[in-house]
Nanobody, 124 residues
Framework: QVQLVESGGGSVQAGGSLRLACVAS?????LAWFRQPPGKEREAVAG????????LYADSVKGRFTIARDDSRKTVYLQMKSLKPEDTAMYYC????????????????????WGQGTQVTVSS
């Protein structure tokens, strides 16, 4: 099992920045960030593969968000810049084991472990 603890959420004005962190209780081959706006479906935002430090992004955040792991591979960050009101959502950290993540990372039912979520609110 993997325990995931998120932090760093908060309220900012449009154009501002936030940095989210997720600390995992053990190594996982793939770590990702999802978000769920109020009344909407959960969607994949970014993910990172251990091998080669490959990073993946949703088109809606590419160029504004950056995902990265620390040297221990147990902490994953989501640096969010140029935030927009449409970025407002509950942000969740998710972890998975095994391989093949590049082809399946956007499907939430592929993940066994989830954090409790951290709220991000962006005002105009």
């Amino acid at each position: 099992q993997v325990q995931l603890v998120e932090s760093g959420g908060g309220s900012v004005q449009a154009g501002g920045s936030l940095r989210l962190a997720c600390v995992a209780s053990r190594y996982a081959s793939f770590l990702a960030w999802f978000r769920q706006p109020p009344g909407k479906e959960r969607e994949a935002v970014a993910g990172t593969v251990f091998i080669g430090d490959t990073t993946l992004y949703a088109d809606s955040v590419k160029g504004r968000f950056t995902i990265a792991r620390d040297d221990s591979r147990k902490t994953v960050y989501l640096q969010m810049k140029s935030l927009k009101p449409e970025d407002t959502a509950m942000y969740y950290c998710a972890a998975g084991d095994g391989g093949g993540w590049i082809g399946r990372w956007k499907r939430e039912n592929e993940y066994r472990y989830w954090g409790q979520g951290t709220q991000v609110t962006v005002s105009s």
